[in-house]
């Protein structure tokens, strides 16, 4: 009896503790993911620009400036992922950092990028623990946590590797 | 016979004057400069007394990074890479004595990558100014001064 009441009371503390252990992996706060600051931008085609309208997807935002070089090298790896994810369910998002709006808008259309492109205020660089130095790139999960932050030029194979963990 | 007696001169001259040069580093092209260390700069700000003198501390990077962060004291002049920023570079020290002693930054990029320190300090190396250096930024202002916990100011 007092055997049969052990088994009972162990087998109880491991359910507990199953279910404890399921319910953090969904938790994303468990998991020390912080959701990303929304944001309401106009990108350079005029159209409205909202972190928020992109909730399902997974998101590439990355902070450049045209004057950044290894932003620039970084741009031609995020057009191609954007070819190749969009598909399932990847937005990459630019947000420059340049001062005005006329050389991103000349190097968007060099560049033929494939992905919106707003200018950023000060602002929104606070809301993402400050832009002081380029670049920097955030990888968004489908929730809308902030799962990476890279800071400086990085390998499309890195972001690659992210996102088929995200899709 | 003469020219083998000269060689070795010619060569403890060049040591002599490679070990008590100024330091110099290159920058994101070829041009040497004159740097300073943040934790030398902090120094410098820090001490009470006016010796060393205390610099001009003027930002030559975007004007983006410069709202968000800066240096106490220091003046956003303009990107040492526009005509702009280098035009106003010129207005603010056309009165200055050419010994000012200038610091120069930016901290947008890694060092060598930095677009603006250089032309900004060939401009001012141009206008004849002879005390001017550069801070040392390896990474960006955000790895090497903010979050080493230096002293920021925030807004225009």
Redesign the interface.
């Known amino acids: 009896m007092t055997q049969r009441k052990i088994a009972i009371i162990v087998a109880l503390l491991l359910l507990g503790w199953l279910v404890l252990r399921w319910t953090s992996r969904r938790d994303p706060r468990a998991q020390g993911l912080r959701p990303a600051p929304d944001f309401a931008l106009t990108d350079l085609s005029g159209r409205p620009l909202h972190l928020s309208d992109y909730r399902g997807k997974v998101v590439i935002l990355d902070f450049w400036?045209t004057?950044?070089?290894?932003c620039k090298e970084e741009i031609p790896q995020f057009i191609a992922l954007q070819n190749k994810y969009s598909e399932r369910g990847l937005q990459i998002l630019g947000i420059s950092?340049?001062?005005s709006e006329a050389p991103v808008r000349q190097f968007q259309e060099r560049f033929k990028m494939n992905y919106p492109v707003a200018v950023?205020?000060?602002q929104l660089?606070?809301q993402y623990g400050?832009?002081?130095?380029?670049p920097i790139t955030f990888v968004i999960d489908r929730e809308g946590h902030i799962v990476s932050r890279h800071?400086?030029a990085t390998n499309a194979e890195v972001f690659e590797k992210e996102i088929q963990r995200l899709f | 016979m003469r020219r083998h007696s000269l060689l070795p001169a010619l060569a403890i001259l060049l040591f002599i004057s490679s070990v008590f040069s100024t330091p110099l580093a290159r920058g994101a092209d070829s041009t040497d400069m004159k740097t300073l260390q943040p934790a030398e700069l902090v120094s410098i700000l820090a001490a009470k007394n006016s010796k060393p003198a205390k610099p001009l501390l003027f930002q030559v990077g975007s004007h983006m990074l410069y709202v968000q962060a800066h240096v106490p004291g220091s003046e956003y002049i303009g990107q040492g890479n526009t005509p702009e920023g280098l035009q106003h570079l010129g207005k603010r020290v056309s009165s200055l004595p050419k010994g000012t002693f200038i610091v120069l930054y930016c901290g947008c990029c890694p060092w060598s990558h930095c677009p603006n320190v250089n032309p900004a300090y060939d401009a001012l190396k141009q206008l004849g100014f002879t005390n001017v250096k550069v801070l040392y930024i390896s990474t960006n202002f955000g790895a090497d001064w903010v979050d080493k916990g230096y002293s920021v100011a925030r807004g225009e």
């Open positions: 400036a004057w950044c070089e290894p950092m340049d001062d950023g205020t000060p660089a606070d400050g832009v002081l130095g380029l800071i400086g």
